[in-house]
């Protein structure tokens, strides 16, 4: 489709809202994975739980699955947050991240190829 998808309207919207909607859903299992590794960090640990902050967090993080996911999303958007940041528009983070988010597949897939 290129960048100017004039004579394919339709086609670019289409498939530009079903990555819209792919990303939304991957994002609910993400925060929803982190959730369930919360719950079973917890329970399978829940004699050191709570006792103190260290103990807490070394719990928490002696989970690999759990710990992998939260390095992996922490780095991305960390990097989105110091990247908008280096160029002074960190604005745009409270403004249109969400809408940057479920439409940063069809960037990559449409536009790019």
């Known amino acids: ?3 100017r998808p004039q004579g394919s309207e339709f086609t670019y919207t289409a498939t530009a809202v079903f990555f819209a909607l792919l ?3 991957m994002l609910f299992c993400s925060v929803w994975l982190t959730i369930k590794g ?3 960090t917890v329970a399978a ?3 050191k739980f709570g006792q103190s902050f260290i103990e807490t967090v070394s719990s928490i993080a002696s989970n690999p699955i759990f710990r992998e996911l ?3 999303t922490a780095a991305t958007f960390g990097l989105y947050l110091i990247s908008s940041l280096l160029f002074f528009d960190f604005m745009h983070m ?3 991240f969400m809408q940057y988010l479920l439409f940063s597949p069809s960037y990559v897939n449409i536009l790019y190829f």
Request: hydrophobic residues 40%; aromatic residues 12%.
């Open 1 to 3: 489709m290129g960048n």
């Open 23 to 25: 990303m939304g859903y």
């Open 38 to 40: 919360i719950q079973a």
């Open 45 to 47: 640990t829940s004699e």
């Open 70 to 72: 939260v390095i992996s």
């Open 94 to 96: 409270f403004t249109s």
